[in-house]
């Protein structure tokens, strides 16, 4: 049998059940945090489904390769999804050459709704470095765990985390003052109206 490029190796069999069903239940427990990993970098609900199956497909006939999948699938999912957007970037260009045409409309998103959560949007404020860290920080990582996986000191680490923390806490307390504003602008309209 004869494999496609691009396409996984099949499971081997002297992987047996028992390395399957491993990689099913770390699939089961992992999914939805590794989605919410990659949105936290940025992406759409979409776009981090996209990166993450592609990452779990390529992870199934190399399972008992990998040592930690836990961090190994957050690391590859982010590759999966800068990647990406580099294509994204360069899609205009293809389509004026015509190699692709517009995307297929999807069915609805499964996260439909979840992309308006405050902890996303508030972490987006963040620039790429800091969002990097908070989001393994965020998925319960420490900062020498992140520190060791991102190849950085420690120090640089706790530095992004303190910087992120402080500039999400100005931006949260921005955002009440703006509604408590906008509540006593309403109140004050209401009386101006003769209203209680």
Not at 93 to 107: H, I, S, T
Not at 130 to 148: C, H, N, T, W
Not at 185 to 191: G, H, V, W
Request: glycine letters at 6%; a positive charge.
């Amino acid at each position: 049998m004869v494999r496609r490029a691009g396409e996984p190796a099949p499971f081997r069999q002297d992987q047996g059940r028992e390395g399957y069903d491993e990689f099913a239940n770390f699939v089961r427990a992992e999914h939805k945090r590794l989605v919410r990993f990659v949105a936290t970098l940025g992406a759409t609900w979409e776009e981090a489904e996209d990166a993450v199956s592609e990452v779990l497909i390529d992870l199934l006939p190399r399972w008992h390769e990998i040592r930690s999948p836990r961090a190994y699938c957050r690391l590859a999912a982010e590759r999966t999804y800068v990647n990406s957007e580099v294509r994204l970037r360069k899609a205009p260009d293809a389509a004026v050459r015509g190699f692709w045409g517009p995307a297929p409309q999807g069915a609805a998103d499964a996260y439909e709704g979840l992309e308006h959560d405050d902890a996303l949007r508030h972490l987006r404020l963040l620039d790429q470095e800091q969002r990097r860290v908070m989001a393994f920080l965020y998925d319960g990582y420490s900062p020498d765990e992140i520190a060791k996986l991102l190849n950085k000191k420690a120090a640089t680490v706790r530095s992004n985390i303190r910087h992120a923390r402080k500039r999400l806490k100005k931006a949260i307390a921005d955002e009440q003052a703006l509604e408590l504003s906008e509540a006593g602008a309403q109140l004050e309209t209401k009386r101006d109206l003769g209203g209680k």
